[in-house]
């Protein structure tokens, strides 16, 4: 079981923001943006690499919920950017699909 799977399950506790039957979103414990949120499935899916065709509605879903958040949070207007990382050379540290939500401040690009 995944990290984000016992969060899912309320086996872990976290700050959550946002949930639905399909998603749940909360703040990231290690923010790098000041509002840092974690949209996540809560059927687990390891990477977007290995979605499937079935899965499309529910990736929809984490980007509609994650615009729908940066509302709520007072980022959408100002910007804000989303993150999926896939594999260890993309940064991917947990094997549970998610999408970071990053905002609050200017983001830079390249990041790193």
């Given at each position: ?14 700050d959550?923001v ?31 690499a ?10 929809g ?5 994650a615009?729908?958040?940066a ?32 905002g ?9």
């Amino acid at each position: 079981m995944t990290l984000f799977e016992k969060i899912v399950a309320r086996e872990i506790p976290a700050d959550i923001v946002f949930e639905d039957g399909d998603c749940l979103a909360f703040r990231d414990i290690s923010p790098k943006a000041p509002v840092h949120i974690l949209v996540v499935p809560k059927r687990a899916i390891p990477r977007v690499a290995e979605a499937v065709p079935e899965d499309a509605a529910l990736l929809g879903r984490l980007l509609l919920t994650a615009a729908r958040i940066a509302k709520s949070e007072g980022i959408s207007d100002s910007g804000f950017r989303l993150v999926v990382n896939n594999g260890g050379d993309g940064g991917e540290t947990v094997t549970h699909l998610h999408v970071h939500l990053l905002g609050g401040r200017a983001l830079g690009w390249p990041p790193g």
